[in-house]
């Protein structure tokens, strides 16, 4: 499975901005619907944290603390693709953001039960 994260940029706090991650080869087609869609981030310093999980055919989605009620995650399995709306950015939003994949049920924030990663697409959020 390989997962291409873009969308990524340089915005001002307030604004918004939509990351996307197309998935390949054996999550695409009918499979990529029975995976487990996450978004992950990183910023400078720091570990890699859990920011948002969508289940199979988005049936159930979970969001951390920090990002409920300005992030929403979707996806459209027509695509192979699943996304990050980012709004009401901050600065501490400021992050490298990763999209992840798994075909297992389990912990959703648990970064090693992910198996496959996408490269990351910055996110510099400015004040």
């Known amino acids: 499975v390989q997962l291409q994260a873009y969308g990524g940029g340089l915005v001002q706090a307030g604004d918004s901005l939509r990351l996307s991650c197309a998935a390949s080869?054996?999550?695409?087609?009918?499979?990529?619907?029975?995976?487990?869609m996450a978004w992950f981030r990183q910023a400078p310093g720091k570990e890699r944290e859990f920011v948002a999980a969508?289940?199979?055919?988005?049936?159930?989605?979970y969001y951390a603390d920090s990002v409920k009620g300005r992030f929403t995650i979707s996806r459209d399995d027509a695509k192979n693709t699943v996304y990050l709306l980012m709004n009401s950015l901050k600065p501490e939003d400021t992050a490298v953001y990763y999209c992840?994949?798994?075909?297992?049920?389990?912990?959703?924030?648990?970064?090693?039960?992910?198996?496959?990663w996408g490269q990351g697409t910055l996110v510099t959020v400015s004040s």
């Open positions: 969508i289940t199979w055919s988005g049936g159930s989605l």
């Open positions: 992840a994949a798994r075909s297992t049920i389990g912990s959703l924030v648990a970064i090693k039960e992910y198996a496959y």
């Open positions: 080869g054996d999550a695409s087609g009918d499979t990529f619907s029975r995976y487990i």
